[in-house]
């Protein structure tokens, strides 16, 4: 911790802060302006119209975006904020022209409704036609000695909290294309759609074509394959490639002067298709909140504020990354990024195969660097009915992952119905009043961060991207069994525990054992070759390179 404040001292103040704060403003604003969950819903339902609708809709590289980023300027203006602008970049255009899975049926050719994973190659010489075959979900395992090459790799996807492949899905297709494979399908086992996602291969077009299919095409795929017969696939998919300008939108409010820094508000309007929860709510979100903030006084904003809806977070972050390079001069200035990401999601689970809606908001993941944050916003979770939430714990998500690459604090709640990425993403699975919990939420915390002397947020937050202040890990332990070894025979030396003022110690672990022999890593094994007492050492390092060391004396015996 910097700036001299002592544990103690620190503490206080983080609880005076604290519960100060719990009692919060009414939920109307100074000058009535309110967090109206109906407005927000009708501007999902906006959005959601210049979206459209099926597998041709979303808000991607195309005359869509314009007219949405057209949409924001003029929301934006309207809520009254400062210097509204669009910035443009240049970004790659990857396209699908034509895409089509079709199998031999007795009826002739049946096509089958797929949609294309973004950013891999075309089919090859127009279409190709291969024999399918079966991997499960396409661990290591799985793949086994089956032949694949040339073939067409059919993949199973289980979701898990409604977005997250059960397993690792792009090494099940790393694997397909090693193994010679010419191209993959993932069929979804819960969702009846296909459904829009990019191959996480940094900077690269994916090498073999691989394209998404909904539950009953899978079960059907798989179907035919349990007769035995072998099934051919006809796949077709031409892509274009090149140059495009992507938009983002935004406006400022200029605090009142007080403290020099920046709270930034965004949120991605770039959708895959209809995109309700994904990411029309969250737009709405940061509008409503601009309107919000532009009517209070500005003798109560101590920070500037800058809210920006972004472009291109479905297709590698695009907007995000140009932000964080063209501010990169007063990154260090921003207190916090809040991300308008998924909100207003009611809840759906899976009974037996069947989604139902569960009448409670969908369950809520808290993203954040700053664990003062992470706790007041539990607790405003509580308040405004927002449980069930989880924490994911260590891993930055959505529009996040820029900002806190550049040490940015960073703060998002948000859920996703199992509809995630489909056409299926419609208004009416958002709920106005789920969006009005969300945006006080965050209305609380963006008045907290307000409240807070300067350097606050950031000299509490854990960014292990935000180099230093650093402090080496402390109080580190360890474990050496047996207590009274003997010559000839193995002791073992691992890592017990140690605390660290940054989130990741690293897995750089030395050992020395005092008879000039080392080892290195969490768990290491030595023998003695004669009796005596020998003085053992761990030195731990955490990702910035601060160590600490313990040491302990044993006493080795004769055999
Ligand atoms: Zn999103």
Redesign the pocket.
Do not use: I
């Given at each position: 911790m910097s700036a001299g404040l002592g544990p103690k001292a620190l503490f206080s103040l983080v609880f005076a802060l604290l519960f100060a704060f719990l009692e919060p403003a009414s939920a109307q604003g100074p000058q009535g302006e309110s967090l109206n969950g109906d407005r927000m819903y009708a501007i999902v339902e906006e959005l959601a119209k210049i979206s459209g609708s099926g597998l041709d809709s979303g808000i991607r590289v195309n005359e869509r975006a314009q007219k949405a980023a057209e949409f924001i300027m003029r929301q934006f203006q309207e809520a009254g904020l400062e210097n509204v602008r669009m910035e443009s970049f240049e970004m790659m255009r990857w396209w699908p022209v034509e895409w089509k899975v079709s199998i031999s049926a007795p009826e002739g050719q049946k096509v089958i409704p797929s949609f294309p994973f973004w950013y891999t190659q075309g089919t090859p010489g127009g279409e190709i036609q291969a024999e399918l075959v079966y991997v499960g979900y396409g661990t290591p395992g799985e793949f086994g000695d089956i032949d694949v090459k040339g073939k067409v790799v059919l993949v199973a996807m289980r979701r898990f909290l409604h977005f997250r492949e059960s397993h690792r899905f792009t090494q099940a297709y790393e694997t397909a294309v090693k193994k010679g494979a010419s191209a993959v399908i993932l069929g979804d086992t819960l969702i009846d759609s296909p459904s829009g996602r990019f191959l996480g291969l940094p900077n690269a077009i994916a090498p073999i074509p691989c394209l998404s299919i909904g539950k009953s095409s899978f079960e059907q795929l798989l179907n035919s394959l349990s007769k035995g017969k072998s099934v051919k696939v006809t796949l077709n998919l031409k892509v274009e490639t090149g140059a495009w300008k992507g938009t983002n939108v935004l406006g400022e409010l200029a605090g009142n002067g007080e403290v020099d820094e920046i709270i930034v508000v965004g949120g991605?309007y770039d959708t895959w298709f209809t995109g309700a929860n994904?990411?029309c709510s969250?737009v709405a979100g940061l509008i409503q909140l601009a309107r919000y903030y532009s009517k209070t006084p500005k003798s109560s904003r101590n920070r500037n504020m800058i809210f920006v809806a972004l472009f291109g977070?479905e297709f590698r972050d695009f907007g995000h990354r140009h932000f964080v390079a063209r501010y990169k001069d007063s990154l260090d200035k921003i207190a916090l990024f809040l991300d308008c990401?998924?909100w207003g999601a009611k809840g759906y689970e899976d009974f037996d195969g069947v989604i139902r809606e569960t009448g409670y908001p969908d369950k809520q993941g808290i993203f954040t660097t700053n664990p003062l944050l992470f706790s007041l916003s539990k607790a405003l979770m509580v308040k405004y009915g927002l449980l069930p939430a989880f924490y994911w714990e260590g891993e930055i998500l959505?529009d996040m992952r820029e900002f806190h690459a550049s040490g940015i604090p960073v703060f998002g709640i948000g859920a996703v119905h199992p509809f995630y990425h489909t056409p299926l993403d419609t208004p009416h699975k958002v709920s106005p009043r789920i969006l009005e919990a969300q945006a006080s939420v965050y209305r609380d915390i963006i008045d907290w961060v307000h409240s807070t002397p300067q350097r606050f947020v950031i000299s509490t937050d854990k960014n292990p991207k935000r180099t230093p202040p650093n402090e080496p890990p402390r109080e580190a332990h360890f474990v050496l069994l047996p207590e009274a070894p003997v010559v000839g025979s193995p002791i073992w030396v691992y890592l017990g525990f140690a605390y660290d003022d940054h989130v990741l110690l690293s897995s750089d672990i030395t050992w020395d054992f005092g008879d000039g022999t080392t080892a290195k890593g969490p768990i290491a094994a030595h023998a003695y070759e004669s009796p005596g007492v020998y003085k053992v050492t761990m030195t731990v390092g955490d990702i910035h390179g601060a160590k600490a060391v313990a040491s302990k004396e044993v006493q080795v015996r004769a055999p």
């Open positions: 991605h994904d990411n969250g977070h990401d998924h959505a």
